[in-house]
């Protein structure tokens, strides 16, 4: 079964005061690549989350935003920089008194400076969030593999058709080879006959003998069993629940290498005319493929 390597999931998760989101891309990429984004304080669990990924997931770019928030009173709590703020409290009354200025000077004027009122500091055990944590990014793991796997089977449905399309071109190839020999002699005595304005007799012999040596020199046997063999293998490696992107790959390029073999060797218009339109399949499969796992 074919896997996309291009997908979207998201799960979301609370428990305990502390709130967890993750989102998750997926690209095509010749080898594995993860990036992950997540705030500092659990950046030591970093490692342990690119290692479940990469359980599931062989090959592709996955950008991973993990969000990770504590809701518990701790966490809300604010600490008050009392020194600062009465270094900056008499520094307002000296100016009041020089600017001869009345009034008192409002909480909100101290409160305004930068650094008075801040966040509490609480050191976080990473360790104890990682089930709350690990549990989320599982989840959204199953749902990006889901939807690798619901567009694999769409790109699958595609290439089998393709496939099949090769395959009775393969055999259409095969039967127009068949009396290569036939109609090379045929070819012979026209254009001998044509160069020589029909004042030669033709030995039938020769031309039978010069005819199979042509034959034998665009014999194209070879190609047809090994491109069917390539049709073979296709299918059982997209039947097979392994990476398939790379050997599918691989394949598509020796299909290519067959078919202008048997072009270049067999010289003939309805055998060239077959091979073209499998290119043209053949090229319409390698940008498919492209996109498998």
Request: charged share 25%; with cysteine; proline share 2%.
């Amino acid at each position: 079964m074919l896997h996309s390597m291009t997908a979207f999931a998201r799960a979301e998760t609370s428990q305990n005061d502390l709130r967890v989101a993750v989102e998750m891309r997926s690209y095509n990429s010749k080898h594995l690549d993860i990036s992950l984004r997540m705030a500092s304080a659990w950046l030591p669990l970093e490692e342990r989350a690119k290692h479940m990924v990469s359980e599931q997931i062989s090959r592709g770019r996955i950008e991973i935003n993990l969000q990770v928030s504590d809701r518990s009173e701790d966490a809300l709590a604010f600490d008050v920089d009392e020194e600062k703020a009465n270094a900056y409290y008499k520094v307002l009354i000296r100016l009041k008194e020089s600017l001869g200025l009345a009034g008192d000077i409002p909480l909100s004027m101290v409160t305004a400076l930068p650094g008075i009122i801040i966040p509490a500091e609480k050191i976080r055990d990473p360790e104890a969030d990682w089930p709350v944590i690990s549990a989320c990014l599982a989840s959204a793991l199953d749902d990006l593999t889901a939807m690798r796997r619901k567009e694999g089977a769409f790109m699958e449905k595609d290439l089998v058709g393709r496939l099949d399309f090769i395959e009775s071109a393969l055999k259409t190839i095969e039967a127009s080879a068949g009396d290569l020999a036939t109609h090379y002699q045929q070819q012979l005595f026209e254009r001998i006959a044509v160069l020589t304005e029909g004042q030669i007799t033709l030995d039938a012999a020769r031309i039978a003998q010069e005819a199979a040596i042509l034959a034998d020199r665009s014999d194209i046997s070879e190609e047809i069993v090994r491109a069917g063999s390539h049709i073979e293998q296709f299918r059982h490696i997209m039947a097979a629940n392994t990476p398939a992107g790379r050997k599918l790959n691989f394949l598509l390029q020796e299909f290519n290498r067959e078919f202008n073999t048997m072009g270049a060797k067999a010289g003939r218009a309805a055998i060239s005319h077959t091979i073209v339109d499998v290119k043209s399949e053949l090229e319409k499969m390698r940008e498919q493929v492209q996109n498998v796992q």
